[in-house]
């Protein structure tokens, strides 16, 4: 079976501080795709990244960055200099393809102007 | 990326009616189209799978004859609840994916529905 989890369940940061959100994933399959989303207030699921197994190059977005690491089954998300647009729920997400997404419990961050 | 557009985006209906939630690919064909529910402040747990022209698989726990879902079209998914009752306020959201292979693993989600039931 498939899980994520998401030890973090909320965390609060003063503006323009760096925050790493963790992730730790367990699969049997060999091939399997990784995803992180955000979560705004408003609800939608909004796509950050997706990540395969067979590519551990670590990832970065402008202030977004991802580090895989398949020896500790872990793909983290760290948003340097934070924002209060930046508050919402992350979840980390699953799949090993055929399978429909199983994602963690999520974590709220919460940026403090 | 594909567009995915659910409707409504909130409903409040009465206990004992019935909601239809639309969940539309709309620039792409999807094959496969997955149902989530999410309770306040709780992850999305997935409730069903549904492929056009056959029957959606239910995961564990789901009530199907609670929970119709009807996948007609390649761009068109829907979940009726029927009979509602106060427990199945939630947040219900759709996502739909392009391919069952991997080359096309990512989910594209609808924006969700809030329904309320009284």
């Known amino acids: 079976a498939q899980k994520v989890t998401q030890a973090q369940t909320e965390i609060s940061v003063v503006e323009k501080e760096d925050v790493t959100l963790d992730c730790v994933y367990e699969?049997?399959?060999?091939?399997?795709?990784l995803f992180w989303y955000k979560q705004p207030p408003s609800g939608e699921l909004v796509f950050l990244i997706r990540r395969n197994s067979f590519d551990e190059q670590n990832e970065i977005s402008g202030r977004y960055s991802w580090n895989f690491q398949k020896s500790t089954s872990s793909f983290n998300f760290t948003i340097t200099a934070s924002q209060v647009v930046d508050s919402a729920v992350y979840f980390c997400a699953l799949t090993s393809g055929n399978t429909p997404l199983v994602f963690g419990k999520g974590t709220r961050l919460s940026v403090i102007a | 990326g594909a567009v995915v557009s659910q409707h409504p985006s909130r409903v409040i209906c009465k206990s004992g009616t019935s909601v239809k939630i639309e969940c539309r690919s709309l620039?792409?064909?999807?094959?496969?189209m997955f149902w989530y529910r999410q309770f306040p402040k709780k992850s999305l747990m997935l409730m069903a799978t549904s492929n056009e022209g056959s029957k959606a698989t239910y995961e564990q726990g789901v009530e199907k004859d609670k929970f119709l879902i009807n996948h007609a079209s390649l761009t068109l998914s829907t979940l009726t609840v029927t009979s509602a009752h106060p427990e199945d306020s939630s947040f219900y959201i759709c996502s739909a994916r392009v391919g069952g292979d991997g080359r096309n693993t990512e989910a594209f989600f609808g924006q969700g529905t809030r329904l309320t039931v009284v």
């Open positions: 620039d792409f064909q999807a094959t496969t």
């Open positions: 699969t049997r399959d060999t091939t399997y795709y």
